[in-house]
């Protein structure tokens, strides 16, 4: 499997552990992104998505990075950002943005990408 696959995976594997934290905590999504435990590892996980975009571009795996809009990865990258630089402060009001519905946008394009059914 090639570095960039392997890249890939691991953003969809943290995506899916954001579905399960979400799932497991039994909490409606913003309510979930306010959980004093829960919201930490879905803030981590979301770190960890934007890294491996990053890494993506620092590999030159352009044919992988097609398969998501500019705007989607400057707004991970930007997303990611706030969140390690302000943690506090970070409006959980974003977070819940990126987790309803960028996240599944990625998701798909992961699925699409790799053909995971």
Not at 4 to 30: A, P, V
Not at 49 to 58: G, H, P, R, W, Y
Request: aromatic share 8%; net charge negative.
């Amino acid at each position: 499997m090639s570095k960039g696959i392997d890249r890939l995976n691991k953003i969809y594997e943290c995506i899916e552990n954001i579905e399960f934290i979400m799932s497991e905590s039994d909490l409606k999504i913003t309510r979930s992104i306010e959980d004093k435990l829960v919201k930490p590892a879905i803030r981590m996980n979301i770190i960890r998505i934007a890294e491996q975009f990053t890494k993506l571009k620092d590999d030159n795996e352009f044919k992988i990075l097609e398969a998501f809009t500019s705007e989607d990865l400057k707004g991970i990258s930007a997303v990611r950002n706030y969140i390690a630089h302000d943690y506090d402060s970070t409006d959980d009001n974003i977070i819940e943005d990126v987790v309803r519905y960028n996240l599944p946008i990625f998701k798909k394009s992961i699925e699409e990408f790799l053909k995971i059914r």
